[in-house]
């Protein structure tokens, strides 16, 4: 195979590939399956090139002339509002001037808005052949990983991906990261968003407990700083809103009586996990957190009566 041949021709093919991908000249599942066993390569280089593809969130520019000249006249138009911004103070008919700047700031928001589409390399996590092998061939290079704490970082975020978008049954993966999970790791708060990446409706709830469980008490306790505290509870939280029967009826007791603290963000954290359960399981909260029936649905916009719809509760995370 290429990757097997000369590793500078193949973190060159590799380069080539990934470059005609985001330029939408080979967009098939060919080419990402090629990519994908790049993941799998000895050479750190490949690897990392490979699962940068994966992982990136960055726009990338699909036509490099053509956006040349549009960023021209993005630039001309920003010109122009700064103009009336600075003219608008100091002439008359002031009122009629910052109406034609609402208007042109609206316009530019428009173009924006237009310009903005998925990235290329994330949904090419949706054209890979077998997922779940291909996940499992991920976590068994995560033992050969020795050297760079970084490069086992981007595979365990892209394990994440992949079992939490295809939900895939990976279950030694979580207590692997239970390991790397302490408030004394530099990343971890990008461990913590692998792991709730990770989480999907159809994972046994046993299997994510534990998980709930340490993140609870290495990050939620009072000898913690209330930064900590929060990425704690939003943690969990985030883990509840993709397989909320993992959550136990005391742990969840617990955390809604940081709904006190003196911080803003730990009580802010803990509300939104009191408002989460009030929608999915009202009977595990206290009494006193419970509320009035369909309180929550309303502010939200869905439905006030009727079983609660679940489906709308299990989102993705965002990198």
Known sequence: MLFKASPIAAKIAIQIMIELYRKH?????KTVNIIADACLSTNNKI??????????????NTEEDGNDSEDENKKEKAKKISTMVRSAGFTKKAKNKMKKLERARLVLRKEVKKKRKPEGSFLAVHFLNDPQTFAERLYKELGRLN???EI???VMQLI?????????FLFNFYPYLQKYLSHSQVHCTKILAA???ACHQLCPPDVIEPLLKHIANTFISDHQTSEVMAVGINSVREICVRCPLAMEKDLLQDLAQYKKHTDKGVSM??????SL???INRSMLAKVDQGKPGENMAEDGRQTTGPPRHSTLFLELSS
Request: no cysteine.
């Open 25 to 29: 000249v080979w967009n098939d599942a």
């Open 277 to 279: 359960f009030r929608t």
């Open 195 to 197: 792991a709730a990446q």
């Open 147 to 149: 050297d760079k704490f």
């Open 152 to 154: 086992k970082l981007m």
């Open 47 to 60: 690897m990392v090139a490979a699962l940068t593809f994966f992982l990136s969130n960055d726009p990338q």
């Open 269 to 274: 954290a803990a509300r939104s996990v009191i």
């Open 160 to 168: 994440a991906r992949v079992v939490g978008i295809h939900q895939l």
